[in-house]
């Protein structure tokens, strides 16, 4: 299949710019897309006021532009499986949910116990099943909404809070739902500066809408009649996870002081002390978002170093496919099943790349 064009650079321009000033965007903050291109998200920052921002959902060359309130920034975007609702992750510890097909209603959420408006770029979406989950990094917490309700299931926060102080659990930001929404992950921060002790903690999601605490017990952890457990990652700080289609795998990618590493946990026979992957990326990844899907059996995941983006293999550190987009201040993805990367510039549009 050859490079087919999503969206044109006029598609994602501002209709309304302030006099004198350009109507491209400053800035491409993020990018999403369905299994079957037929829907592509791009939320932009414009050129003359750098947190005003609009998510644009391209579909049969037509472009719908959704209002982003307060002018937050969007930092993160993921449609449903289906295609039929996009979910955003924006500045100031806000959520965002449209529905696209039919009425094209927003829900404003929050994610509960913010205690501030501080805003870290870390803040992730992810989707399973009925299920979507946030995360953020300033909160330290992850919700598992219902996506027809909109009431919690799960608030780790909430969960956890029996726990001794030395036992907590929260997030540092990352956050992954498997396909079928059984299983939750996300990365723990480390408890000490003294132990490597980093580690991602992979959580058996009930049935009902019911919160309860967690404790532990001599046969391991239970939650809400559900287990959970914390698997070491030897990687520093987690910016993306992504569990295997069947749930029993979770690939993890981040960085370590001078290196962009993945790794990926077997989650039923996990290594005690695993090393690494290094990607050799031209810089090391620090706080940013990164999404890894899988393809098959292999996990891959786009990075953008400046102006070029490159598709890694996972489990081996190479190179799928490096692609130059003209200009800085892009966004990329792959497709669900990680066979294309959907690569989104002010100064060139939106272009889906085929992977081999």
């Known amino acids: 299949m050859p490079v087919r064009r999503l969206a044109a650079p006029e598609d994602l321009e501002t209709p309304?710019?302030?006099?004198a000033r350009?109507?491209?965007?400053?800035?491409?903050?993020?990018?999403?897309?369905?299994?079957?291109?037929?829907?592509?998200?791009?939320?932009?920052?414009?050129?003359?006021?750098?947190?005003?921002?609009?998510?644009?959902?391209v579909a049969d060359g037509a472009v719908t532009r959704l209002s982003v309130p307060d002018r937050r920034r969007v930092h993160d975007l993921l449609f449903d499986p289906d295609g039929?609702?996009?979910?955003?992750?924006?500045?100031?510890?806000?959520i965002h949910r449209w529905a696209l097909d039919g009425s094209g209603e927003r829900w404003p959420l929050g994610m509960p116990g913010s205690g501030g408006s501080r805003d870290l770029p870390l803040a992730q979406v992810a989707v399973g099943a009925r299920s979507f989950a946030t995360a953020?990094?300033?909160?330290?917490?992850?919700?598992?909404?219902?996506?027809?309700?909109?009431?919690?299931?799960q608030d780790i926060h909430e969960t956890f809070k029996?726990?001794?102080?030395d036992d907590r659990v929260v997030g540092e930001g990352t956050v992954a739902l498997s396909a079928?929404?059984?299983?939750?992950?996300?990365?723990?921060?480390?408890?000490?500066?003294?132990?490597?002790?980093?580690?991602v903690v992979v959580q058996e999601i009930g049935d009902g809408q019911e919160i309860g605490g967690a404790k532990k017990t001599g046969g391991g952890q239970e939650i809400c009649g559900g287990a959970y457990a914390e698997h070491r990652t030897g990687i520093s700080w987690v910016n993306g996870l992504a569990f295997r289609p069947d749930g029993a795998a979770l690939a993890v990618v981040g960085a370590r002081p001078d290196q962009t590493v993945a790794t990926v946990i077997d989650l039923n026979a996990p290594a005690d002390a695993p090393e690494p992957v290094v990607l050799p990326t031209v810089q090391r990844v620090d706080r940013i978002n990164l999404r890894p899907v899988w393809c098959g059996a292999e996990?891959?995941?786009?990075?953008?170093?400046?102006?070029?983006?490159?598709?890694?293999?996972l489990t081996s550190g190479s190179t799928v496919l490096s692609v130059d987009v003209p200009g800085p201040r892009i966004a990329a993805t792959l497709t669900p099943d990680g066979r294309t990367l959907v690569v989104a510039s002010p100064d060139d549009g939106v272009h889906a790349h085929p992977l081999p």
């Open 16 to 19: 309304h710019p302030l006099p």
């Open 22 to 57: 350009s109507p491209v965007p400053q800035q491409i903050t993020a990018v999403a897309v369905t299994a079957d291109l037929s829907r592509t998200a791009i939320a932009t920052a414009a050129p003359w006021f750098r947190e005003f921002t609009e998510v644009l959902v």
């Open 84 to 94: 039929s609702a996009l979910t955003a992750m924006v500045s100031g510890n806000a």
């Open 136 to 153: 953020n990094a300033f909160t330290q917490n992850v919700v598992v909404w219902d996506a027809q309700t909109r009431s919690v299931r």
């Open 162 to 165: 029996d726990l001794a102080y």
């Open 180 to 199: 079928d929404g059984a299983r939750l992950a996300f990365s723990r921060p480390r408890r000490s500066f003294v132990a490597e002790d980093e580690g």
């Open 299 to 313: 996990p891959r995941v786009p990075i953008v170093d400046r102006n070029r983006v490159t598709v890694w293999h």
